[in-house]
């Protein structure tokens, strides 16, 4: 039986929700379940999806738990952004009401989008805490295991992040992701094999090596933070032959014509 995806654009049409820096949190909402649906339809299968609004509507809060239960949701994710001039990303699944599973879909969205993030700059869980609980009317007032995301401050200096169209998709990419691991839903092919990093000090050919951090560190086969292929560990040591500029950030070209990410929170270049 397919499973049920329900995705909540927060707030629409009178009500723009959060605003600051030249942003509305309506927008950016759309925007990142449009990726997070278009993500899934493109790599999974076993499920069908519906959202709160296609357009710039706005449904009450009532009325987006009610679509849910009415249409029988296996999963509940209302996308949100935040505002109170803080930093960072924080989730939420209700004060009372949540489930096992609600608790468990928490920690998947929280899993993928963080990491998605990090992959943009320094970005970490608001006040060092991610899971949090709060009675919403709409994790109240729905059945399904719900959670609720609020991706960075809309009036803050994570403005710079939310104004980067790849960020957006990353972040609605990593929404369908941690969806896709809680249903174990069914891969539409088997991923490319991953290509194997250098293992060695620098060479003739390369400016330098760069060594592992942290522990499951993504690299990519192209310079594009969507490019993930596979996850170095801790203490890795690859060949570098050059850096580049992705977005706003940068990633080091390796040897095995590989990239990974250059920022020093994750990882230690030594020049040759």
């Known amino acids: ?6 995705w909540d654009k927060g707030h629409g049409g009178k009500d723009s929700g959060a605003v ?29 999806q519906k959202t709160s609004r296609t357009g ?24 949100h952004i935040n505002a109170g001039g803080g930093n960072g990303y924080e989730s939420y699944v209700h004060t009372t009401k949540a489930s096992k599973a609600s608790i468990a879909l928490q920690n ?7 990491s998605a993030m990090r992959t943009f700059g ?40 939310l104004k980067n169209e790849q960020f957006l998709k990353a972040v609605g990419q990593a929404h369908a992701i ?9 891969s539409k092919s088997t991923p490319p094999k991953t290509p194997t990093p250098v293992h060695s000090p620098a060479t003739s050919e390369g400016i330098g090596t760069v060594k592992v951090l942290v522990d499951d560190l ?20 690859f060949t570098v032959v050059d850096k580049v500029k992705v977005n706003t950030a940068y990633m080091y070209k390796l040897k095995s014509g590989t990239y990974i990410t250059a920022a020093t929170k994750y990882v230690k270049f030594t020049k040759k």
């Open 20 to 48: 600051g820096n030249g942003l509305q949190e309506k927008q950016l909402t759309h925007k990142i379940v449009e990726y997070a649906m278009a993500f899934l339809s493109s790599n999974y299968t076993g499920f069908i």
């Open 218 to 237: 993504w690299y990519y086969n192209k310079p594009d933070w969507d490019a993930k292929v596979g996850k170095a560990k801790k203490d890795d040591v």
């Open 108 to 114: 998947y969205l929280n899993n993928a989008i963080l």
């Open 178 to 186: 941690g969806v896709a691991k809680f249903l174990n839903l069914p």
């Open 56 to 79: 710039d509507t706005y449904p009450s809060l009532t009325e987006r738990a009610n679509m849910a239960d009415n249409w029988n949701a296996d999963v509940f994710v209302s996308v």
């Open 122 to 161: 320094n970005i970490e869980a608001h006040g060092g805490t991610m899971n949090r609980k709060a009675n919403y009317a709409v994790l109240r007032n729905t059945n399904a295991p719900a959670v609720l995301t609020e991706n960075l401050y809309i009036d803050s200096t994570d403005a710079q992040y």
């Open 1 to 6: 039986m397919e499973k049920r995806i329900f």
